[in-house]
């Protein structure tokens, strides 16, 4: 049984660092604005699988091999700096994928699509697994089972984190209908997330390694 107390001071903890912008929140924010809400609720699942697949990483040793290896660490850096860069350049490009009047229908893109996405953006992004390898220990007691409460703290971030990103998506998906008449503010919202996430990508190729 967890200790309730554990989860109560651990939620609040999460719920501070799910709501910071970071590129899981562009991103899920860019896919309600464009396809809608459901494509925006896939994205919140994709984020929290990854947050599941970063948790299992850590239970089995793999995060602390991107901590321990600098060579480790870099390549999965630079793999999600790409990744990050090229979902920001195709949002610049593709000017009919943004048509919102066009896609409220939300049947230009598949949702596994925006879940794929979604879940690719937190898997390839070592941030993540190194604030999962630092930030659930600190809820763990020496005398608890760590690898069990480090798999349930992972399961209530992941939860914390649709909740949130379901939240997101249904207001995105209210103003969205507000912007089918307004070209420019459906440009603006096109070119400012395209810019974000390329700009998201390119901050994390030039940080460097924690060193702790």
């Known amino acids: 049984m967890v200790d309730l107390g554990i989860l109560l001071a651990f939620i609040p903890a999460a719920v501070l660092i ?3 912008p970071g590129p899981d929140t562009v991103y899920n924010l ?12 896939f994205a919140a699942l994709g984020t929290a699988t990854g947050i599941l697949v ?3 990483a850590a239970v089995l040793g793999l995060a602390t091999l991107l901590r321990t290896s600098a060579t480790a660490y870099q390549l999965v850096k630079y793999i999600g700096a790409a990744y990050l860069v090229y979902l920001g350049v195709q ?9 919102i009047e066009t896609t409220l229908g939300g049947d230009d893109r598949s949702y596994v699509e925006s879940y794929k996405e979604a879940a690719a953006i937190n898997i390839s992004n070592p941030k993540v697994a190194m604030f999962v390898l630092a930030f659930f220990p600190q809820f763990i007691p020496s005398s608890a089972n760590a690898t069990v409460l480090m798999s349930i703290l992972g399961v209530a971030y992941a939860v914390v984190s649709i909740v949130y990103f379901a939240g997101v998506a249904l207001l995105a998906d209210r103003v969205r209908s507000l912007l089918v008449d307004s070209d ?4 603006a919202i096109q070119y ?5 996430l390329l700009g998201f990508g390119l901050k994390l190729a030039l940080e460097k390694r924690p060193t702790t």
Do not use: C, P, W, Y
């Open 18 to 20: 799910v709501i910071t």
């Open 30 to 41: 860019t896919e309600s604005l464009r396809e809608g809400s459901t494509a925006g609720m």
């Open 54 to 56: 970063h948790t299992a």
């Open 91 to 99: 949002t610049l490009r593709n000017d009919e994928e943004f048509d």
């Open 184 to 187: 420019l503010t459906q440009r």
């Open 192 to 196: 400012g997330s395209g810019s974000v």
